[in-house]
């Protein structure tokens, strides 16, 4: 059955959907808080052991040199910079950014370029995003024991919005987005839904 939109048929499938919605929010999302702190403190230990080797690598002495004070080790750019055009390492792709003007630096074309620099470096932006977004924010969201994400039906030309996909509003910024969890690396995944 097709429902026309504008119509009492449609307003009831959204308010239904909206109540239904609602329920969920209110009963939450158990999380194991225990697990939630130690992984947490387990992942920021990697991360800065990580940063410092990353600092210790003579990759990072030229990156330094390249950039003085403004070297920053979390920059995918300055990185590519770094390696295609100081250091002459052939760029892996034939893609460039969507202006054509500088290198991708997504995770699938650096991975390409095989040096222990650049896969340290990866894992590092990894773990910083893993701890900062996901388990920080899981973290920050959750109230006794409870993570409510708002599913907000109303807002976004797709229908599947969580709290943290509407930019427009800045507090949804600032709520952990449910339906926007890692899937790509299974170790990230498993942690985070482990929580």
């Known amino acids: 059955m097709k429902i026309q939109i504008a119509t009492p048929a449609a307003y ?36 800065a052991e990580l940063k410092a080797r990353l600092r210790e690598d003579p990759v990072y002495a030229e990156w330094r040199k390249l950039f003085g004070a403004k070297a920053n080790v979390t920059s995918p750019q300055q990185l590519a910079t770094l390696l295609f055009d100081k250091m002459g390492i052939a760029y892996p792709s034939e893609e460039y950014t969507e202006k054509g003007e500088n290198w991708k630096t997504d995770d699938e074309t650096l991975v390409k370029v095989g040096m222990p620099f650049v896969n340290d470096w990866l894992r590092h932006k990894g773990l910083v995003k893993l701890s900062s977004t996901f388990l920080k924010g899981l973290k920050r969201e959750t109230v006794n ?45 498993k942690t985070l839904r482990q929580a």
């Open 12 to 47: 009831q499938l959204f308010h239904t959907g909206m109540q239904a919605l609602a329920k969920m929010e209110a009963n939450g999302i158990r999380v194991d808080e225990n697990y939630l702190d130690s992984s947490i403190t387990k992942i920021d230990k990697e991360e």
């Open 145 to 189: 024991g409870y993570l409510h994400p708002f599913f907000n039906l109303h807002t976004v030309s797709t229908y599947r919005s969580s709290s943290g996909s509407d930019k427009s509003e800045e507090k949804s910024s600032r709520d952990f987005n449910f339906q926007n969890l890692p899937v790509r690396n299974p170790e990230y995944s």
